[in-house]
Structure formats: structure tokens, C-alpha cells
């Protein structure tokens, strides 16, 4: 039967890994830190009176960060037994993590005392304000803990590894809470909920809805291969969940003005998910070039058809179908540098 070889952490025998139900943990502590974000984006977007670092929604952000720190401190500290050296009381995958809590921590502090001398941002100014940039930076090291645990615990199983609910909830869980948060600092560029196709404006605003649709065919599209680098195969549900984070939550930025355009994509997602499982089965190397093509190509082609259906697109044919196919290819493209070449091992 062929496999893929794909990069994954290395990781010595003797290390100590994790399991599946200790990153199902932090997992679930990434989507409180999520949630907390998307509730102190919506304040800071609905409530033009917020001129207060010490606010009920960056309680329910920061609450959701000592969650996951908690979440990520080694049980052999917990129990007050550490044994070896430092470097092994840490489960292979968590030190990245570990590091992002620290660096969270500051950042907290800095935003803090950024908002006591400057004010409280809003709009895009609150995107780039550099201590929430920190913030986004010590977050998705948090936040990517259980693709890395799951990476170094399959590098260390004796035989290839098989897919399981239990071990691939995290990586999913996981996947939705870090393309979310991208997704929330790159809200000015999605064309998820600014619908560019139902304008038909020229000049500079079909170019920058043609850069939006690339933008995030770019994350939707690295986020899927960040897994399929680490763990060697894609799991069941992962476009769907990538796509679904990309395109629902920020709507409420906007009270999902254009729900129709956010949700018709999660359609060709799914059928993203179910070709891209065929093709694993049928020719696995060739999964991180079906995934780069299928998943703009269909997730494009179906955020369209949301767009006709609620607002009408507003396009030509040449264009709308020109972005739809360029998307593709360059979908095709990045899946091609994923792959590098490799040749499939035989087991």
C-alpha cells in the first residue's frame, strides 16, 4: 500500500509525548481564548464608548489565555515529580507552546499599558496595533500545540499511524481556532463578508476583490498542508473546518449582513473533503496538489452561488470565472511546493 512521506518533528524515542486526551484539553482551551477574541473584536466594532483596557469581553480573552496556559503546563509539574532533564518534562510539541503562553503574558502587559497611554483602538487600527500583533504571535504558538504533540507521536509509533476520532479532534479543533484568529486579523481582506463579486465597481475595486479572494485562498489552502506537512494525510473534516472558520466567524462584525456569501462555501467544502479522501485512498501522493486545486476551485465556485442567491453578482462571466480559475492554479501551485517532489514510500 503507498504512503506519503511527508516532513513531521522527530523526535527521540525516549521523549516523553502526549495524549490524545491531553491535547483534546488544550484544544478546547483554544476555542475560549477564540471565543474571547471575537467578543472583544465585536466590542471594540459596536461599542464606540469602550475606552477601558478592564472590560467584560477582554475578561472572557484573557480567562481563555489562563485556561490554555494551564492547559499546557506538563502534569509531572502538577504533580510536583518532575524527573530528567528540564527538556523532558516536556511533552514533544508543547515547548512552542509553553514559549507563546510566556510571550502572551507580555504582550498582555504591553497591550495594556499601549491602551492606559494611547487609547483603545478600533477598525483596522486595532488589527495592526503592534502589542496585539505580539499577541496573535504568542496565541497561534499556543493555539497549533496539538498538530505539533500529534506530529511527534506519530513520529515515535512504531507502525504507520491510523486515523482515529479521538487523536484527530484536537488537530481539528486545533485547525478551527487557528485559522479563526487569522482569519479575525485579515477581516479587512475577506471576501467572505465584503462580497466584491456582487460589486460592480471598476477601477481599484474589482483588483483589490481579486487580492482578497487570493488572500485567503492562500490561508484556507496553507492551513490544510500545515497538517498534511506534520501528520503525513489530511483528516476527515479538515477543509470543511478550515473553510468554515475562515468564512463564518467574522461575520460578526458586520451582524452576517452576507450570510448566504459565508455559508454556501462550507457546501463545496464538504465535497472538497469527500474528493480529496478519494484521492488519499486512490493515489495519496497526490493529496497536497488535490487539496491546493479542490478546495479554491470549490469553495469559490460555491461562495459565487451564495453571492447570486442574496446580493446577485454583479461581474462579468470573464471575470468572475477568471478569479474562480486563478485561485485554482494558484491553489495547484502552492499543493506542488508542499508536495516537493517527494516520491510515495511502499510500505
Known amino acids: 500500500m503507498a504512503t506519503t512521506t511527508a516532513p513531521s518533528a522527530t523526535t527521540a524515542r525516549d521523549r516523553p509525548v502526549s495524549t490524545p486526551r491531553r491535547d483534546l484539553a488544550v484544544a478546547l482551551a483554544t476555542l475560549w481564548l477564540t471565543g474571547g477574541l471575537y467578543l472583544d473584536g465585536w466590542a471594540h466594532s459596536h461599542v464606540p464608548e469602550l475606552e477601558t483596557f478592564f472590560t467584560p469581553w477582554h475578561g472572557v480573552l484573557y480567562s481563555g489565555y489562563a485556561a490554555l496556559a494551564v492547559a499546557l503546563v506538563p502534569a509531572s509539574l502538577w504533580r510536583g515529580r518532575p524527573a530528567g532533564p528540564v527538556r523532558d518534562w516536556v511533552p514533544a510539541g508543547y515547548g512552542p507552546g509553553l514559549l507563546g503562553a510566556v510571550l502572551f503574558a507580555v504582550g498582555g502587559a504591553v497591550d495594556m499599558a499601549w491602551h492606559t497611554l494611547l487609547g483603545i483602538e478600533v477598525d483596522l487600527e486595532a488589527l495592526l496595533s503592534p502589542p496585539h500583533l505580539l499577541l496573535l504571535t504568542a496565541g497561534m504558538l499556543m493555539i497549533t500545540t496539538p498538530v505539533r504533540a500529534a506530529a511527534a507521536r506519530h513520529a515515535t509509533a512504531a507502525g504507520p499511524a491510523r486515523p482515529s476520532v479521538l487523536g484527530d479532534l484536537p488537530v481539528l479543533l486545533s485547525m478551527l481556532s487557528a485559522v479563526g484568529i487569522a482569519a479575525f486579523f485579515l477581516d479587512y481582506l475577506s471576501p467572505f463578508i465584503d462580497a466584491p463579486a456582487a460589486s460592480d465597481g471598476y477601477g481599484n475595486g474589482q483588483p483589490f476583490g481579486l487580492a482578497q479572494h487570493l488572500t485567503f485562498t492562500t490561508l484556507v489552502v496553507a492551513a490544510a498542508l500545515f497538517v498534511w506537512t506534520r501528520l503525513g494525510r489530511i483528516p476527515v473534516g479538515l477543509l470543511t473546518v478550515v473553510v468554515a472558520a475562515a468564512s463564518v466567524p467574522n461575520g460578526v462584525f458586520n451582524d452576517f449582513e452576507n450570510l448566504a456569501a459565508q455559508l454556501w462555501p462550507l457546501a463545496g467544502a464538504v465535497v472538497a473533503d469527500v474528493a480529496v479522501q478519494w484521492v488519499a485512498a ?31 453578482v454583479a461581474w462579468s462571466e470573464e471575470l468572475w470565472a477568471g478569479v474562480v480559475v486563478l485561485n485554482t492554479l494558484a491553489g495547484a501551485v502552492l499543493g506542488t511546493l508542499a508536495a516537493g517532489g517527494r516520491v510515495p514510500a511502499r510500505a
Do not use: E, F, M, N
Open 282 to 312: 486512490q493515489r495519496p501522493h497526490r493529496v497536497p496538489v488535490a487539496v491546493g486545486a479542490l478546495l479554491p476551485l470549490l469553495v469559490w465556485a460555491t461562495h459565487l452561488i451564495g453571492v447570486q442567491t442574496s446580493l446577485g
